[in-house]
């Protein structure tokens, strides 16, 4: 019995692919399409999950159970997308079950007297039974998750001659064709504007990627760099704690079963040293295994393509930027506005901002494009610079509760943070524009209302009843609220710096004052990110801005201590801090030489303002007495009007854009995404329009040129 016939040079994407790869070993490829046709009978796509994936492993159990120990800590989405190879001696049959493939694929002539022990290949990476693996090919091979790799005895066994490559890979008679992973097919949509009416297939036709091949310069080069070389157990396990705890929550881009399900000698490189920096950067010091060696051996692993696959290149990048070594000062290849938009650019090749339909990880997949976007959001925000993406061309669904496997805490958490990101990212991006703004500024605050109003109970930071008393304290619930009150001060910021300051500013940066000193108190600063400093640096600002006047200066000077404290000591982890602070303390050094104009002007906080406020209690805000007790007595918190405010008209729907945005027409697919988005999960089409250039200036210029022109007003 023979393999079929092939016409031309290129392999059917339905056809096992027969290579002889010896005098007595045939060699079988089977990808994604035809391996429905070959492990169960009548089925045409692989895309059931768990049930082909055990089928799969039910066949290898009846060739060899060697073989399946290989697959068997892989999730479904792997041994569902890796393309196989199948390494089997001509005289397979006696062991070698027919029921596991149809007729014709698979051959028993020639003899051989003993039996050989078969050979699984997974996306380039062979490991053949009873040999030694040759030291060059165990150093490739260790570099990508892609490969299968396995700690010792496997990893010391020997590769036959014919597979002696970088990679233990393909030989190089094997036919190019057929090595492509799922995860390296790039998203094109250019058919969007050249579809005719014959359909085409964009990918048709097209030679499939050559597996990438490290020379034995590079392996020599990441040899002297010692990539392979891990923390010790004990130090990996904190490190990953760290990761999980304090980092995940924030950038979900990590699948857990890469890290849980395999050893470290099957996990990634690339993945590992990432996570470790990541893990490093929110833990203390630990000396022999500083965050920058860390990173220098992830950077390395990255620009050498050592990880094959680009869902994993981009979450181990996305990581990367938890590094970020220089103030925004400086112009750098290291800093997380560098990382994302390396990030933002893979993430548009895989069709990150498309929809996944049907795809196994739609849920990972819906993850690292909101967290991309909220890192955009936010860098804009802190470094006053165009975004990279444009979410009018994206149509990726917001967060539920089914992209975190069910638990709802985690996707409520992060919604609620790309939401206010998102809103943050469209303010201060309004502000760059130059244009616009006032027009922006209700619909903004709709937004920003609607959030405060539909975060989940336990996000909230003060309890429901007379006097907005604190809940107990929650270590996120702070972080997003330091978010929010940022949007409120900078929403609030007068048009004309001379103006007197603004009331609703100086509330929410006095908020932010004790948020910090809680922070501060519990030594959390070290758990917080670099876009902390920015927070600072606005609340800073709008405190300085009450300097002049005389009944203010001291509740601002108390404030002011505790932000430029919280600076000193995040810039011992993150140099953005050390502009952030030398930036305010020059700014008040010029404060304090200007005459002081007496008693503060009347205060002005309008009911509708008044109303961001009216979830929060006293305890956190030192000048609430001060300015509460000279309100008129008539500013009642009367109830916003939701309506405008589009509670009522949908409290998770994105928001009635000024723009002309295309909207979903379909009703009733509207609705059925309404009710599956999270509480918090206001994700609205944001201002993302190109660009103008501006200045080359380190953060936002309208943040820090109103003293230049006579005045600071808030």
Known sequence: MSLPKRSGSRASSDEAVRQSVGDDLFMLTLSENNKAAIFEHGLTKIIKGETEASQILRNLEQWDPDTRSLFEPRSASTILSTPFRLLFPLDAGP????????????????????????????????VLADQELKSEVDFGRRLSSTASLQEPPLLERQLDSTLNSTYGSIPPSMPEANYRPRNSVSYLGRLEYLRGDVP???????????????????????????????????????????????????????????????????????????????????????????????????????????????????????????????????????????????????????????????????????????????????????????????????????????????????????????????ILGDLTQSYLRKQGLQEQKRSLEDRLFRWIKTLPDHLQLCRAVEGRPLKSYNFEARQLHVQYFTVLIILNRPLDPKLSPSTASLLASSYIAGIFEDFMARDELRYLGPIFTFYCLTAGMAQLSCYRYSEMVSLAEQNLDVLARALEELSKRWPTAVGSLKHLMDIREKATQRPHFGPFPDISLPCTTAQFFSDFGPDLCRMWHLIHQRLPQAANFAPRDLEMAGILHGLRTPNNHHLDLEVPTDVAAQRLMNSQMPTGASLEPTLLQPQEWFGPYAMGNWLMTDWDQGGLGW
């Open 200 to 422: 085409v297939d964009d990918d048709s036709e097209l030679p499939s990627k050559v597996p990438h091949r490290l020379s034995a310069t590079d392996l020599e080069i990441l040899r002297v760099q010692q990539v392979t070389e891990l923390p010790p157990r004990a130090i990996r396990e904190s490190l990953l704690d760290a990761f999980w705890t304090r980092c995940y929550i924030w950038t979900p881009v990590v699948d857990r079963s890469w890290i849980d399900q395999r050893s470290p000698g099957t996990t990634s490189l690339l993945l590992q040293h990432a996570i470790f920096l990541a893990g490093s950067r929110v833990s203390a010091a630990i000396p022999s295994y500083p965050s920058e060696d860390f990173y220098k051996k992830a950077r390395l692993l990255f620009w050498m393509g050592a990880e094959d696959d680009p869902i994993i290149n981009i979450a181990s990048a996305c990581l990367l930027q938890w590094w970020n070594p220089e103030g925004p000062e400086r112009v750098s290849l290291d800093t997380s506005s560098f990382w994302v938009r390396v990030c933002i650019g893979l993430a548009y090749q895989v069709g990150l901002h498309r929809e996944p339909n049907g795809k196994p990880d739609a849920g990972l997949r819906r993850r690292i494009w909101w967290s991309l976007v909220t890192r955009d959001c936010l860098i804009n925000a802190g470094h006053g610079r165009p975004r990279a993406v444009d979410l009018k061309l994206a149509d990726v669904s917001p967060i539920s509760a089914v992209d975190f496997d069910g638990e709802s805490a985690s996707a409520d958490l992060f919604a609620s943070y790309v939401g206010i990101s998102c």
């Open 95 to 126: 062991w070698f079950h027919e029921d596991g493939f149809k007729d014709g694929y698979y051959v028993r002539n020639g003899s051989s007297s003993e039996r050989r022990s078969s050979v699984l290949v997974s996306n380039g990476a062979a």
